[in-house]
């Protein structure tokens, strides 16, 4: 629930395969350690670093509900995948819900929102690391039970 690398200033319009090329280009960009890996999603293929679900089977955690086990071990790979992203769309959502900056369109310049994002994420992971109960993960669990009920 922590970021290990971030990279603002990208448009949202950019493919995530550009974003990446350009993250790991970088003199200090992304590195994966030895033996580690990324998850990515479908969008990107399996290569040294990163793992990606098996495409054309069930990924979705909703998929796997009211009893329906994976039959094969794509499908169990691909619901353990699923369940491990599922911390990293939590990761962001607590992120989003702590700072209300991030929630809405910016007209702050372009080198001032990239500092603002940086700084969001650098004392989100404080928070994580100093406190033993995270307020904002529980607000954002608050938040989530209430959308579900």
Request: glycine share 6%; with cysteine; proline share 5%.
């Amino acid at each position: 629930m922590e970021f290990i690398f971030v990279l603002p200033g990208w448009e949202g319009s950019a493919s995530d395969s550009r974003v990446l090329r350009d993250a790991l280009s970088r003199p200090n960009g992304l590195r994966v350690p030895t033996g580690y890996y990324y998850l990515v999603d479908a969008d990107y293929t399996n290569g040294e670093g990163f793992l990606a679900p098996y495409r054309g089977t069930r990924y979705h955690l909703s998929e796997w509900r009211d009893g329906c086990a994976p039959i094969n071990h794509e499908e169990y790979f691909n619901m353990k995948h699923a369940s491990a992203r599922n911390v990293i769309e939590r990761c962001f959502g607590v992120l989003k819900k702590r700072w209300a900056i991030l929630r809405s369109p910016s007209f702050y310049p372009i080198a001032t929102q990239i500092k603002i994002i940086t700084a969001c994420c650098l004392i989100h992971n404080l928070i994580r690391r100093e406190m033993i109960t995270d307020p904002g993960e529980v607000e954002f669990d608050r938040s989530e039970d209430v959308a579900i009920s």
